[in-house]
């Protein structure tokens, strides 16, 4: 059953997974009035115990001894992709509202069935698209929906890092096609909700794959080395449609092994101007984001950031600041006990797009959404 909140009291938030979830979800949730961390979730006891008697929280290896301790009304789950599905099925059978990384899990059929658990149980699930947080990208989506290009002709994104480029990084989940691995789900997840947002959704696409390092070397120091196939480059040709019908013809181009590589860009070209927003911080996929703009052909302009969407703080990690407005946008979700903006709705358009771009490059043919 659905607990009950009281409006009184913070929405009392276990972590599952002490990666990402620490170093970002876990300070999000201690800073936002809405949320107040209880608990810990790892499979490990060793890495377990270090983080809680880093952070004062009690811990549990036992992932049902969790969901049936009364102090828990939520869960983040911020594990690597492969064993999600079946944590977030446990969480809502349970009665927990969950805010979950993506990908979601390894396949769109998997987050459809979370949509129906989800509905049926009455929980607030999230999905945290945190770029749909970020006020530069927030603006740059007022724009267009004010028409400040005219009718958009052409809508160009690159997201081309440099994270995975050196050669000698270990072979891990990341290199795994099956373990949820790859630039399709790290960064595509993000670049496909992203363009949804700005534009509408994806109606055909047509992608290329290609693992520029084939082979990486296995954790354990042997010096032995293991296979790659989750891809590292991904070049895709999508159809979006607008709100009005149009389609609307867009290039995406996602790397991680672009080094120093040109960082993420989103160009949208119209029939009466241009808007251009971008970053080429290698180092913090959030911070240094600018947006400018041009009209009827002239230069382009920086525009001014709208103080009325400017985060309230911010940290030395850029990623911790979205996703703190993606916790405050849950809770207040959950308390009301209405459906959250981004949640899984969002996260099975974007997977669509995912597993259609794997077939596409598997085939070679241009895949219908």
Request: proline content about 7%.
């Amino acid at each position: 059953m659905t607990p009950s909140l009281s409006s009184q009291r913070p929405l009392r938030v276990a972590l599952a997974g002490l990666g990402f979830g620490e170093k970002i979800h876990l300070p999000a949730l201690r800073d936002c009035p809405l949320t107040e961390p209880v608990a810990l979730w790892h499979h490990r006891s060793e890495r377990l115990d270090e983080a809680c008697r880093s952070h004062e929280l009690p811990g549990f290896t036992d992932f049902e001894a969790l969901l049936a301790d009364p102090r828990v009304d939520a869960l983040v789950i911020a594990t690597p992709p492969e064993p999600r599905f079946a944590l977030a099925q446990a969480a809502i059978a349970a009665g927990k509202h969950l805010l979950l990384e993506k990908p979601v899990a390894l396949e769109t059929a998997q987050i459809e069935e979370l949509q129906r658990q989800a509905l049926s149980a009455g929980v607030t699930v999230a999905v945290d698209f945190e770029y749909r947080a970020v006020p530069a990208f927030m603006q740059l989506a007022s724009l267009l929906q004010q028409n400040a290009v005219g009718t958009p002709w052409l809508l160009k994104l690159d997201w081309l890092m440099g994270s995975r480029a050196d050669a000698s990084r270990p072979w891990n989940w990341y290199s795994q096609r099956a373990a949820g691995g790859g630039v399709l789900g790290s960064l595509g997840t993000h670049a496909f909700d992203t363009l949804h947002w700005l534009v509408g959704p994806t109606r055909q696409l047509s992608a290329l794959r290609s693992m520029a390092i084939p082979q990486r070397p296995l954790a354990d120091g042997s010096g032995r080395l293991a296979a790659v196939d989750a891809e590292d480059i991904a070049l895709l040709q999508l159809e979006l449609e607008t709100a009005n019908g149009q389609i609307l013809p867009a290039q995406v181009s996602l790397a991680s092994v672009t080094r120093p590589g040109r960082g993420y860009w989103i160009e949208v070209y119209g029939s009466e101007g241009t808007l251009v927003l971008g970053s080429s911080n290698q180092s913090d996929y959030v911070h240094g984001f600018q947006l400018w703009r041009s009209r009827d052909g002239g230069p382009l302009e920086e525009l001014a950031a709208d103080p009325q969407i400017a985060f309230q703080q911010t940290w030395p990690d850029g990623r911790l600041a979205p996703v703190r407005r993606v916790i405050q946008w849950w809770a207040e979700a959950a308390q009301a006990g209405r459906p959250m903006v981004p949640g899984l709705a969002e996260a099975v358009l974007s997977q669509r797009v995912c597993d259609q771009a794997l077939q596409s490059a598997d085939t070679g043919l241009r895949q219908s959404i």
